[in-house]
């Protein structure tokens, strides 16, 4: 995936998920200590936010990276997870991680984020 295509991604759901919790881009902005228009750009596809402004994006509008950084229909989502089901090292990683309390679990989350993310910038 170009850069190009990950920034168009961002903006996508930078805009729908503001548009689901009724913000508009000026409670966005300072909800995280930016201007106005650093938010446009990013609503605009013109730049993509650093990887911090994610970070503050995520927390202002109560979501993860992978909501903000991936694009996958729900279809492709089920697809996925029932393919997962089916291999064996993904039934053993939720037989490891299935009791961890919340707290640990939010963590490895937000490793896995930091992983995609980083892997979606080096492509």
Known sequence: MSEQELTAIIAENIKTILEEKGMEQKDLA??????PSSVSRWISGEKMPRASSIDAICKALGCTRN??????????????AEELKSREEF??????VRDLPVD???????IANTMIYKQERDR
Do not use: C, T, Y
Not at 30 to 35: F, K
Not at 68 to 76: A, G, P, Q, T, V
Not at 91 to 96: G, K, Y
């Open 30 to 35: 300072q909800a995280i200590g930016v201007s």
């Open 67 to 80: 909501d903000i950084i991936l694009k996958h229909s729900s279809n492709e989502v089920e697809r996925m």
């Open 91 to 96: 039934q053993q990683l939720i037989a490891a």
């Open 104 to 110: 640990k679990l939010r963590f490895l989350i937000e």
